[in-house]
């Protein structure tokens, strides 16, 4: 009878032992597919997030070649100042020299408040892909838990 008792104590212990194996597997696959999901919606942050840097950096290159152009033109009318001969000719090119430089003012202004403006759209793209990524990454965790938990539930049943 003894004998009966230990081995039926030994088999109960083997099942026991192979369900809380089996467990961890679980737990374990799902905590793999969390990091993976963890790490795909990371990347695809990341990814939106150099794009965005991306747009700011070609708008901000574009700002300054249009304010580069402005400043030129405006040397330009300035340029015709020290060419004047006549006083008449001098106080009209000033005159177009002024113009031209509040032109040129008005036009860098413009194109650095554009670049500014893309500036801001491209840090607000890369925050909203950042937190649909950290969304995304709690959702693969909870989800990792919740099938860790249930495991342990299963297990306990099994015991």
Known sequence: MKKIVAALASAMLVT??????????DASKAQMKANSEKSEAQATANKKKAEAQ??????????????ASAQADADKKAAKMQKATTPKEASEAHTDAMKAQSKADKKKHDAQAKADR??????????????????????????????????????????
Do not use: G, H, L, W
């Open 16 to 25: 026991t032992v192979f369900a809380q194996t089996a467990t961890p597997s």
């Open 54 to 67: 991306s747009d700011a950096d070609k708008a901000q290159a574009s700002a300054n070649e249009d304010k």
């Open 118 to 159: 893309k500036k801001n759209e491209a840090a607000k793209d890369a925050n909203v892909a950042q937190a649909k990524a950290d969304k995304e990454k709690v959702e693969a965790q909870n989800d990792a838990n919740k099938k860790a938990a249930d495991a342990k539930v299963d297990a306990a049943k099994k015991q």
